[in-house]
C-alpha cells in the first residue's frame, strides 16, 4: 500500500514544510538543528500491549477522526483517496450506556476488523457515561468504577478487545479536565482523585483479563486559562502508553495559533511524564482566517516537538464552530498535500 513518508530529511521535502509523524479513526520529525526538548525521566513500564504498527516507524502517525466512526469503511477509503496516502489511525466513539438501551456501547468486533484489515489501527475513544441520560448520573460517577459496579462490562469489552489479536488503542474518559465533562471530577458528584484511580481500575480488569493488544491513551483538553496542572489527573506511566492533547482554533476562541493552543498544556505534560505524546484531537476552522497557513504551521510547530507521535484530524463539520474538515476548501486540502 502506499505511503508517502515523511522523512527526516528536509530535502526530501524541499516544497513543503519540514515533518515527520507516528498512530488511528489516527505527521513528521524535526528537520532543523535544534536539539530535542529535554524531559524527565520515566518511570515507565513497558507498553501494556503489542505496539501499533507506527510505534516503530520514524515517521509520524496521521489520524482523522469522521463522523461516521468505523461505520463506513467507504469514507475511510476515501480520506486516503483524496489525502493521495492511506491513514494510519481511526478514531471512533463507544459510550458505556445509551439511553434507548441500544446495544452500541458493545465492542465493535466486526466494524473493529473492518478497519484492521486496511492495515489501519483503530482507536476507541471510550466515554464511562450514558448517552441521553442527562447530566446527573449517579450510576456513572467515576467512584463507581473503582468499586467494581462496571466490571462484568468492563471484562465483557476486554475479551472482546482480546480476541481480534491485534493491536488497537483505547482513549479512555478523554478530556476529564474539562468541567463541563461528565466525568470532570468538578460535576457528577465525582471527587478529587476520581478519575486517576478509576483509569487505573479500568486498565487492571484488562491486565486480569489478559489483554495485550491494547495501547491506553490519556488525552486531556488543553488547558483553560488558570487550571492547574494537569499531573493529579494522570494515572500515571505505568498505566499509560500515549498521552495526547485535543485543542482546536475556531473564532469563538480567536483562531489561536497552533501554538498558543498546544505550548502551555505540552509544557505542563512534559513536566510529570516522557510517555509518547500525541495530539488526540486536533483542528482549525475554515472560518478562521487563513486555515491553509495554519495547516503549514501546524506541521512546522510539530518539527520543533518530535516527542509528538502523531495526530487525529478532527474531519467534521460544525455547526456552532466552523467546518473542520480537510477539504473544507480547495486551499485546504491543498496545504495538506504540501506537508503529508
Not at 483505547?170 to 457528577?188: K, L, Q, T, V, Y
Request: net charge negative; aromatic share 12%.
Amino acid at each position: 500500500m502506499f505511503r508517502r513518508s515523511w522523512s527526516l530529511d528536509a530535502g526530501l521535502l524541499g516544497l513543503c514544510v519540514l515533518l515527520a509523524v507516528s498512530a488511528v479513526v489516527l505527521v513528521s520529525r524535526s528537520g532543523d538543528d535544534s536539539p530535542p526538548p529535554t524531559l524527565p525521566p520515566s518511570s515507565a513500564a513497558p507498553p501494556t500491549g503489542n505496539a501499533p504498527p507506527f510505534a516503530t516507524s520514524p515517521d509520524r502517525f496521521f489520524g482523522v477522526d469522521l463522523p461516521t466512526g468505523f461505520y463506513d469503511p467507504a469514507a475511510v477509503d476515501e480520506v486516503g483517496r483524496t489525502l493521495g496516502r492511506p491513514v494510519d489511525v481511526v478514531q471512533a466513539f463507544v459510550s458505556w450506556g445509551y439511553a434507548g438501551g441500544e446495544d452500541w456501547n458493545l465492542f465493535p468486533v466486526a466494524r473493529v476488523r473492518q478497519i484492521l484489515a486496511r492495515g489501519i489501527t483503530p482507536e476507541i475513544t471510550w466515554v464511562p457515561i450514558v448517552t441521553g441520560a442527562g447530566a446527573d448520573q449517579p450510576d456513572m460517577r467515576l467512584r463507581t468504577i473503582t468499586e467494581g459496579r462496571h466490571d462484568a462490562y468492563i471484562r465483557d469489552f476486554a475479551e472482546a478487545a482480546k480476541s481480534l489479536r491485534a493491536p488497537i488503542m483505547i482513549r479512555f474518559g478523554h478530556e476529564m479536565n474539562d468541567p463541563g465533562s461528565h466525568f470532570s471530577e468538578a460535576r457528577n458528584g465525582n471527587r478529587p482523585g476520581d478519575f486517576r484511580a478509576a483509569f487505573q481500575h479500568v486498565h487492571d480488569v484488562f491486565a486480569a483479563v489478559g489483554v495485550t493488544n491494547v495501547s491506553w491513551v490519556w488525552a486531556p483538553n488543553m488547558r483553560f486559562q488558570g487550571e492547574p496542572s494537569l499531573s493529579g489527573l494522570y494515572p500515571g506511566d505505568g498505566y499509560v502508553d500515549y498521552v495526547g492533547v485535543d485543542g482546536y482554533s475556531y473564532p469563538r476562541a480567536g483562531c489561536l495559533s497552533p501554538a498558543g493552543v498546544f505550548d502551555e498544556t505540552v509544557a505542563d505534560i512534559r513536566s510529570f511524564t516522557a510517555k509518547p505524546m500525541m495530539l488526540s484531537e486536533v483542528s482549525v476552522a475554515e472560518q478562521c482566517p487563513d486555515k491553509p497557513g495554519w495547516i503549514r504551521a501546524l506541521f512546522a510547530w510539530l518539527n520543533a516537538h518530535p516527542d509528538i507521535r502523531g495526530l487525529i484530524w478532527w474531519d467534521r463539520p460544525d455547526a456552532e464552530r466552523g467546518d473542520y474538515r480537510i477539504k473544507s476548501s480547495s486551499a485546504s486540502l491543498a496545504a495538506f498535500w504540501t506537508v503529508l
